[in-house]
């Protein structure tokens, strides 16, 4: 099969397309043919060497796909199931092995680009606003609202009932992708961390931080007094621990892996409600696709912030 491997930390320099042996499911493990693989940010971290994984090193990622094999004593799934989830490790290849407890039921009648977008940044999206406990009538801010989160995330926040959606972005040149979706508000990364842009800024009960690093203070500052703040990026940050006291703020973690394990029923609730918002359109995931071949040019896209929406590779037209 044909599966991408990194050899060197060099980014999407780093990637080479290699003939690999077809896997074979161990117990507890499912084998998957990939119909659609996602590239999410810690793949950036990843090839850039954070971690220092090992090379040659074959990263993971969320996928789409129908299962082929399953290993011993795995219930619930059989082979020519279609399922999406998350892989930890080789999931940019033909064949993907991934543990039950980390795919969720995928229907027939969506397209497996739509489906990607779902099954893993929506389920981050809602998972995160839920968490942050978003009321009707509330206001919220979100960092890299552009991305394969961050665009569910300001949708699903209007349909959740926000008053004010404000989506904070590298470029202002995304501004209409994101008040077509919803967005009332549009920041640029460096108009937030203007003081007197953020004077002008009316504070909001929730920050949805997507992007780390510098963006995370900045943004922490438009929080109003007893705001929440939820942190998704992997990307590190210093939050002010007087801030959050002044504040009177609360911040809360969210580790999806942690989540699926120890709180199933929450991953669950919010999955069917996910599903329910696609089949009845409050719910529009934008893709940007790439054939597979081309995953060093979606991983450069990725790091220039010029994807809108979810970045997916399609095997098939590869």
């Known amino acids: 099969m044909r599966e991408f491997t990194l050899h060197s930390y060099d980014g999407p320099a780093g990637l080479r397309l290699q003939d690999s042996?077809?896997?074979?499911?161990?117990?507890?493990?499912?084998?998957?043919?990939?119909?659609?693989?996602g590239l999410t940010p810690p793949l950036l971290r990843t090839l850039r060497g954070h971690g220092r994984a090992p090379l040659p090193h074959s990263p993971g990622g969320d996928l789409v796909g129908r299962v082929l094999a399953v290993g011993e004593g795995v219930t619930g799934h059989r082979p020519g199931d279609r399922v999406g989830g998350v892989a930890f490790s080789g999931v940019y290849a033909e064949l993907a092995l991934v543990r039950p407890e980390f795919v969720t039921p995928v229907a027939e009648d969506v397209p497996a680009a739509e489906a990607l977008a779902v099954v893993r940044s929506g389920l981050v999206a809602l998972a995160a606003l839920r968490t942050g406990a978003l009321a009707p009538g509330e206001s919220v801010l979100i960092t890299s609202a552009a991305g394969g989160v961050g665009h569910l995330a300001v949708?699903?926040?209007?349909?959740?009932?926000?008053?004010?959606?404000?989506?904070?972005?590298?470029?202002?040149?995304?501004?209409?992708?994101?008040?077509?979706?919803g967005a009332t508000e549009v920041v640029t990364y460096d108009r937030l961390a203007d003081s007197d842009v953020l004077d002008d800024l009316e504070p909001v009960d929730l920050l949805i931080d997507n992007a780390g690093g510098g963006t995370l203070a900045a943004a922490h500052a438009a929080l109003a007094p007893f705001g929440r703040l939820v942190v998704n990026s992997g990307a590190g940050g210093t939050l002010d621990a007087g801030a959050l006291l002044r504040g009177a703020h609360t911040a809360t973690g969210l580790a999806m892996a942690r989540l699926s394990r120890h709180r199933p029923d929450f991953v669950a609730d919010c999955r069917t409600e996910l599903w329910h918002r696609l089949a009845t359109g409050t719910l529009r995931p934008v893709c940007t696709t790439l054939p597979f071949t081309r995953l060093p040019e979606a991983v450069a896209l990725m790091e220039r912030r010029e994807n809108l929406g979810k970045l997916a590779l399609l095997p098939e037209l590869g």
């Open 21 to 37: 042996p077809e896997p074979t499911p161990g117990p507890g493990e499912l084998l998957v043919r990939a119909e659609a693989a």
């Open 155 to 181: 949708q699903l926040a209007r349909a959740l009932g926000a008053e004010r959606v404000v989506a904070a972005v590298g470029s202002a040149a995304k501004a209409g992708f994101l008040h077509d979706l």
